[in-house]
């Protein structure tokens, strides 16, 4: 079901009432958990089956865990839940790529094994709540949390439907105790849900998938655009992933408060970072937490010397492109945010290398800069095949001028205009439901119109899928 629909509203006006009604944590936990699963199997039921499997595995191995004395008990089972978990999210994310590799080399044989491929329909959210109970079990085997014996409370903690298709990825330790917790939701929290729905809603629609509609023209079918046409739709598509994304993230949280919990901010306008750490400290940052605690810090942080931090970064991110999906786009995409952070921190902690002053004018240059390389791996990101790259670049190195560059500059900047509007006020007044602030007749009739106008557009154009759907 996605949140840019007019089912969903459906939903959610049919569950929020009932919700409220039930008088007891039980009742309300049994009934999130229900039309959890209702909303995750609205896509194709099957995919409950996956969803099931993990939490029963990783609810009982959590137990078993804690209840385990010795070391070496407590690590077998922990690999019995890597193994189980990302064993079901390699064979479904991964099984065909390596299969494509293979054939491809064997092939050079005079091999062609195309038995071995197997028409996979990829889970909708699964690398997202995959990670989620990983997270679970690693904490219990770490000693640095106690498994629950709740288990509607740790099913919810897998399946609870805000974020369970694209996160923010929650650690057991921040929802679970919400979970177990008496919930009524306040004023405020009520004010602030429906403020981020709306202005995530319109986010979304209104800025991600318009802007989207052209990238997704020009970037399918790149051999009948100019150079300059080719350019602006990888600038679009920047806009239109981080509104895609971030509009998902805010909806997420929205619903996540009118039903009294309060969700991890994904999301601190990114695109006004100075470097790229600082980038990574505010694009997807439950991914990216997530990586650094359990995977980076696993690898030795910082701990093993300059030269192995760099290769952990380094590795770290290449695993993060890799969780993205099966395809060597990303995990170029990966490696070279891995070398950007290497290059920076090398930069940071070289005293020999002078530093620039930290005027404004350098500021907005440092700004700048950071989008560029942010901006030259998106092309990564974005075109999913290795020829399509090359002619990408191949189409920018030998450049084609085009009638259209001025109006595919205007739609281009007003679209940059309305982002970076709402960034810098979210980023001065550190309140991403700045509009609570205003008087209620105003705020209101804010909502009311740019509800209205992304419902008109859902009414009348098809529904673009959220971007990280396919992850």
Known sequence: MLFNSIIFFIFLSIILPIYYLLPRKIQRNSFLLIASYFFYGYWDWKFCLLLATSTIVDYFLGIQIEKNKTQLKKKALLIVSLVTNLGILGFFKYFNFFIDSFSEMVGQFGYSPDYLHLNIILPVGISFYTFQTLSYSIDIYRGSLKPTRNFIDFALFVAFFPQLVAGPIEKARDLLPQISSKRIPTKKQLSEGVILIVTGLFRKVMIGDVSGRYVDNILNDMSYYHSSELLFAMFLFSIQIYCDFSGYSKMARGCAKLLGFELSIN????????????????????????????????????????????????????????????????????????????????????????????????????????????????????????????????????????????????????????????????????????????????????????FTVSLLYIYQVEALPFIYFQF
């Open 267 to 450: 999301f601190e306008q990114p695109y006004l970072s100075n470097n790229i750490t600082d980038f990574w400290r505010r694009w997807h940052i439950s991914l990216s937490s997530w990586l650094k605690e359990y995977l980076y810090f696993s690898l030795g942080g910082n701990r093993k010397g300059p030269v192995r931090t760099k290769f952990n970064l380094f590795t770290t991110m290449l695993l993060g492109g890799l969780w993205h999906g099966a395809g060597m786009n990303f995990i170029i995409w990966g490696g070279l945010h891995g070398i950007y952070l290497s290059v920076h921190k090398w930069y940071m902690g070289n005293l020999n290398v002078p530093k620039l002053p930290n005027t404004i004018p350098i500021k907005i240059l440092k700004v700048i800069i950071t989008l560029f390389f942010v901006q030259f791996a998106w092309v990564f990101f974005r075109l999913s095949s290795m020829d399509e790259i090359f002619f990408f670049f191949q189409k920018i190195i030998y450049w084609e001028s085009s009638d259209l560059t001025p109006k595919l500059l205007s739609i281009y900047l007003t679209f940059s205009i309305m982002v970076l509007t709402l960034d810098i006020v979210e980023f001065k007044l550190k309140n991403h439901t700045f509009l609570i602030l205003a008087n209620p007749l105003l705020r209101y009739g804010i909502l009311i119109i740019l």
